[in-house]
């Protein structure tokens, strides 16, 4: 199995434009898809990204992902940051026995 | 649209078993993998179990295995988790939630969840 590590916690101020890491212990990033995940608080998890760089129906463009081989990471891209998007965030991937892995969680403070 | 709704959840003594069920609707049940995903109190999200399309594969957190069962019924488009001998630390909001593909992929869309206290 490998670990997916995000930092504990990002701050931006509205308007401006932030982006999450998420960085894959061993292994290839590209080998297994990657999805995005929001949590806002009391609220069950919203789908941002999945599949690597796909939205879900609904979701804004301000939010895009990527994947980066050289660093063998993800990342989250929030531009136009608004208040409500202070929430916390959760990449996800899958190993090869099919175990899901999630990373720690990142909590998005907008200032 | 997409829609999943949990039952199930509840109080229950350290020991005893409980079954959550999870209703499908606004998409093909049946072409795709189906998860299960908790959070304690104040935790991160943590994965518990997935079972592709055809129920044909199941896999579980080391933390359910041999406690857990995971299961579905394609034609009532229900998801299932049979949760027996539970611990104190299986207290959680548990969310049903749909995958990507009919493998395992990831989540696109999440349920509300249903809380399940286990306490004496």
């Known amino acids: 199995n490998f670990m997916l590590t995000q930092p504990h916690s990002v701050s931006g101020s509205p308007g401006k434009t932030i982006t999450i890491s998420c960085t894959r212990s061993s292994g290839n990033v590209g080998s297994n898809y990657v999805q995005w995940y929001q949590q806002r608080p009391g609220s069950s998890p919203l789908t941002l990204i999945y599949e690597d760089n796909r939205r879900p129906s609904g979701v804004p463009d301000r939010f895009s992902g990527s994947i980066d081989t050289s660093s063998n990471s993800a990342s989250l891209t929030i531009s136009g940051l608004k208040t409500e998007d202070e929430a916390d965030y959760y990449c996800q991937s899958h190993d090869n026995d099919n175990h899901v892995i999630l990373g720690g969680g990142t909590k998005l403070t907008v200032l | 649209q997409v829609q999943l709704v949990e039952s199930g959840g509840g109080v229950v003594q350290p020991g005893r078993s409980l079954r959550l069920s999870c209703v499908g609707s606004?998409?093909?049940?049946?072409?795709?993998?189906m998860h299960w995903v908790r959070q304690a109190p104040g935790k991160g999200l943590e994965w518990v179990a997935v079972i592709s399309y055809d129920e044909g594969k199941e896999y579980y957190a080391d933390s359910v295995k041999g406690r857990f069962t995971i299961a579905r019924d394609n034609f009532k488009n229900t998801l299932f988790l049979q949760m027996s001998s539970l611990r104190a630390e299986d207290t959680a909001i548990y969310y049903c939630?749909?995958?990507?593909?009919?493998?395992?992929?990831?989540?696109?869309?999440w349920g509300q969840g249903t809380l399940v206290t286990v306490s004496s």
């Open positions: 606004g998409f093909t049940f049946s072409y795709y993998a």
């Open positions: 939630a749909k995958d990507s593909q009919t493998g395992i992929v990831g989540v696109t869309h």
